[in-house]
């Protein structure tokens, strides 16, 4: 943005808005979710997580026929139980672990409830009115969700903007005045938008924090948190209805916890699964290697590994210069990072999805987002940090029951982070 145009919204920057100011160096530090100690998790609630035909859950006909057309058959554990909850109005926090269809489950019951209480004609309905806000870590996130939000409602209507960084802001703000029944978007962007009143969530009717774990990481809790006291009140005055929250995630660490006793009314708790814990599909192994050895070692592998692989390193920089090598060793490989542009990053995720990549080196950007069928490999080129950062990567693979490999490279150095690993999982070196 020129400074010209910063000074124009600025100018026009109301008064109500002024708390989403951001503060110098925001992602600077790890964020405090709240003052007071963090909440438990309450009790799950029963819920049956047994899968059934898409058919069988009495989704408008419309909608259905955008289910059907996209190939989906039967539910998931988490659509099973997550459904009949968000339909009824409920708030709720969902775990799940990755690729499990957590996207759908909070999607399909949303849309069906918009659909229905058009035909009602209800002469409160607003059109043009935002009813929706999905708030997402990262642009791969947001561009799935609407891709999946317009393909289910491609019979009925519905409208959709996704709202990230690293593109123009004029083409977002234009949607965003015209209306959508559904944001997602990205806090940082989501916050300049709101700056500039181009936002109305007067009537919002529900507010989704998907990946509200991977926000927390990244440093974006605080931006959540202005956003969502910039929000009307979940609580109505009145009769009127009051705003749904729904939290989804694969982890959910007690520091996300901290927020929910402010922002959500006795919410529903539904675990499919361990909780923090990787698809029981996948195989996990380590590999002990110098690392100065690790690039050859690792081509060496993928000439012999079947599909797809990503591998995923802790640097951008890391990530350009991996690729440069495995390239220069005869593996097609393409980078994926922070830096790269909008149409850097897109070019890079289509051509692994379309095959022309047989590799993806990527930051943990492409943990969250990342939705890409058949990945047979996941490689931690470095020893992960954290067991949520390794239950978030290798959830790219063993995807919707299928068979995926966790690979880790430890270089000796590491050895000790590996160890806190072997404990946690099922991890052994070879």
Known sequence: MSPSESESRAHRRPRRHSSLARPARTRSRPPRTSRRPAQPLPEPVAHDPTPVPFADLGLHPDLRRGVEDRGFERTTPIQSAV???????????????TGTGKTAAFLLPIMDRIIRSRERADAAETPGRTRVLVLAPTRELAVQIDD???????????????????VPMDPQERALRAGADLVVATPGRLMDHMRSSVTNFERLDVLVLDEADRMLDMGFWPDVQRIVSALPSSLA????????????????????????????????????GSRGAPATTITHSAELVATPKKAEWLARFLRKARGRSLVFVRTKRGAERLARQLASLGIRA?????DRTQAQRTAAVEGFRSGRHRVLVA???????????????????????????????????????????????????????????ERTFDLHLR
């Open 148 to 166: 999946d939000f317009q393909g289910f409602g491609y019979h009925t209507g519905l409208t959709s903007v996704a709202v990230y960084g690293g």
């Open 334 to 338: 393409a980078a994926l990072h922070a």
């Open 237 to 272: 005055a009145g009769d009127g209805p009051s705003r749904q929250t729904l939290m989804l995630s694969a982890t959910m660490p007690d520091e996300v916890m901290g927020l929910v006793h402010q922002i959500m009314r006795e919410p529903r708790f539904v675990q499919i």
């Open 83 to 97: 459904f009949p909850i968000v339909l009824e109005g409920h708030d709720l926090i969902a775990c799940a672990e």
């Open 363 to 421: 930051t943990d950007i492409a943990a969250r987002g990342l939705d890409i069928d058949a990945i047979e490999h996941v490689v931690n080129f470095e020893v992960p940090t954290s067991r949520e950062t390794y239950v978030h990567r290798v959830g790219r693979t063993g995807r919707a029951e299928a068979v995926g490999h966790a690979l880790t490279l430890a270089a000796p150095e590491e050895r000790r982070a590996l160890e806190t690993l």
